[in-house]
């Protein structure tokens, strides 16, 4: 989507404060931290918001709208991350206000206003989790030293709830803009559906790409998890879940991961399988 004509692409802004927070899961209740520590880690997360903010203002100072990119769980601020986590853990809310309406009511799930969400066409991407998970586990355990599947910074990700819930609050609340949604199969095998998705997103379907080049990417954190898209020069086929077995799945997470964590990984997977198939069912179709 990056040739989009009247775009201006933003991507991942809250990378950074995401890893931040969950990677502090193990430290224990954060109202227990010292306050310097809770304060570095909520101004991460503010940080994310303010750079989002400048770079929509920035599109709309080049007479353009911006293309945002992020995953959903990294629109969860630490308070959240931590009162879910330990249920029983008293935070301070973490505050955000939307520069162009500071009064904003919050009501969505996420740490952002729901006045900067409702301004905006949201598109969720989804993909299996037997394709998705383990995909994360690989890349984390590469990206940071010591990430394993028992570490909660770890399997907390491992969970489609977030988009569900900011999924139907959009539903809910979007008067304007509806939400959508396109399964990552879709995106690979079938290009009717992703034109289907600009007409109803008012995006231009002719300038869609399939092919691009290879790229190289600085940072080494994003190069992995980039590192599949970055080495390719376009879609890449026979990674969708059209043919999955998931008891043969299960037996190569076995083999890959070990017996124990293998197990656990077709727990999660299992687990987060209803609200799948619930964002599946309202997926963009082909006319």
């Known amino acids: 989507m990056s040739k989009q004509p009247g775009y201006q692409n933003s991507g991942y802004k809250f990378f950074d404060a995401g890893f931040i927070g969950l990677g502090k899961l193990?430290?224990?209740r954060m109202s227990e931290w010292p306050e310097e520590e809770r304060k570095v880690t909520y101004?991460?997360?503010?940080?994310?918001f303010e750079n989002l903010q400048d770079e929509v203002a920035d599109a709309?100072?080049?007479?353009?709208?911006?293309?945002?990119?992020?995953?959903?769980?990294f629109l969860l601020g630490p308070d959240k991350w931590f009162s879910t986590f330990y249920q029983d853990d008293t935070l301070e809310p973490l505050q955000l206000h939307d520069r162009e309406n500071p009064r904003s009511p919050h009501t969505n799930p996420t740490n952002?206003?729901?006045?900067?969400?409702?301004s905006m066409q949201p598109i969720f991407q989804i993909r299996h989790p037997a394709l998705m998970f383990p995909s994360?586990?690989?890349v984390q355990s590469k990206s940071f030293e010591g990430r394993n599947i028992n570490e909660p910074s770890l399997y907390s990700t491992f969970t489609l709830s977030p988009s569900r819930m900011l999924f139907d609050w959009y539903l809910i609340n979007a008067s304007h803009w509806k939400p959508k949604v396109i399964d990552a199969d879709d995106i690979m095998d079938d290009p009717n559906v992703v034109r289907q998705l600009c007409i109803e997103t008012q995006l231009d379907p002719d300038a869609v790409q399939y092919e691009w080049e290879e790229r190289h990417e600085e940072n080494p954190i994003f190069a992995r998890f980039l590192s599949t898209i970055n080495a390719s020069k376009g879609v890449v086929k026979g990674l969708d879940s059209r043919t999955l077995d998931l008891a043969a799945e299960k037996a190569k997470w076995m083999q890959e991961f070990g017996?124990?964590?293998g197990e656990k990984m077709a727990q999660f997977v299992d687990d987060a399988m209803p609200d799948y198939?619930?964002?599946?069912?309202?997926?963009?179709?082909a006319a």
Not at 112 to 117: H, M
């Open 43 to 48: 101004e991460a997360f503010k940080k994310g």
């Open 60 to 73: 709309k100072q080049n007479g353009k709208q911006a293309f945002i990119k992020e995953h959903t769980l």
């Open 136 to 138: 994360m586990l690989r």
């Open 259 to 261: 017996n124990e964590d």
């Open 112 to 118: 952002l206003p729901d006045s900067f969400l409702l």
């Open 277 to 285: 198939e619930y964002m599946l069912s309202q997926r963009v179709r």
């Open 26 to 28: 193990s430290k224990g």
